[in-house]
């Protein structure tokens, strides 16, 4: 078994490609065309003729060139069709990078032995018990958010305009997350029109009246929808929006695709109302490596 290093350039991409579809741990995250939206730079670790690879973001920063986990990406890691031994691909990425912050996938292993690794969570709901289930599963608060959305005549629409999500989530959710710049939302809009395009992705909107209060964009890949981008509008919260729009993505969905995903979130309260669907949570490794000069320590991206 060999690894190499492949830069993008040089990449064979529909090998490359055709590794992700078929692999056993599959996403739509790491997708040639998808890591070109939403990187600055990445390069890839290949095994033998792309039996398994393992996409790798990066930057520069004060000369130096770092792993670094791009927005809109929410698992990459290890992809293969077959056996692999995960230490030689983690072992490669440590002799070539000197500072890393890289989740990898729920189906990637957990080294609990190894100080560079942190367990992070996600939620998935199983879609295949049917809709009534799931419903009985719902929690109280959120049987009761369905009723104050019914109460406010509150609507759904599905398809639109990526610019009227950005420019909602920007005004509510953007002004708690400074750290996310200008040009990530551009990476977002330009994901959101190309998925739309190929139809490996959808948007959907929540009104009161004419009102826009509540809007997601869903991946959908293979056997799973994803929440990938949500708000609300936090002006206008006692409405049950978000959980509407939810509840109604489940039905749509429930036909098409066995798991809905939330996302994930290891904010307790967030997890929490995720779990308040029936999601169960599981459990994927982020992988963090500093081993910069002291001086050095305190490298941020």
């Known amino acids: 078994m060999s690894i190499k290093y492949i830069h993008r350039e040089h990449l064979d991409e529909d090998k490359y490609n055709e590794c992700i579809e078929n692999s056993i741990q599959s996403n739509s995250y790491a997708f040639s065309w998808y890591l070109d939206i939403v990187c600055d730079n990445w390069d890839v670790l290949v095994q033998d003729d792309y039996k398994a690879v393992m996409p790798i973001p990066w930057r520069k920063k004060y000369g130096i060139k770092y792993v670094h986990q791009p927005l809109w ?15 030689d691909f983690i072992s490669v990425v440590q002799k070539r990078f000197r500072f890393i912050e890289l989740r990898l996938n729920f189906k990637n292993l957990l080294d609990t032995d190894s100080l560079y690794f942190i367990e992070k969570q996600f939620q998935e709901l199983k879609l295949t018990v049917g809709y009534d289930k799931i419903k009985k599963a ?4 959120r049987k009761k958010d369905l009723k104050r959305a019914e109460k406010y005549e509150l609507r ?4 639109g305009s990526s610019s009227e999500l950005i420019t909602l989530f920007q005004n509510n959710v953007g002004k708690r997350t400074p750290e996310i710049k200008q040009q990530d939302y551009q990476n977002l809009e330009t994901l959101i029109n190309f998925c739309l395009m190929d139809d490996y992705g959808e948007l959907c909107f929540a009104y009161q009246g004419e009102t ?19 708000s609300t509008d936090f002006s ?3 409405n049950g929006a978000n959980t509407f729009l939810i509840d109604q993505a489940i039905q749509r ?20 109302y995720f779990v308040s669907f029936g999601a169960k949570t599981y459990e994927y490794p982020l992988m963090k490596v500093n081993r910069l000069p002291f001086l050095m320590k305190l490298f941020k991206h």
């Open 73 to 87: 990406v929410l698992q990459l890691g290890i992809f293969s069709k077959g056996n692999f031994t995960q230490s």
């Open 138 to 141: 719902y929690k109280s608060d």
């Open 156 to 159: 759904i629409e599905w398809g």
């Open 212 to 230: 826009l209060v509540a809007a997601a964009f869903f991946l959908k890949h293979q056997e799973t929808a994803t929440i990938l981008c949500s």
């Open 236 to 238: 206008n919260r006692k």
């Open 253 to 272: 969905y429930l036909n098409t695709y066995q798991t809905f995903n939330f996302g994930g979130s290891t904010i307790q309260s967030i997890a929490n």
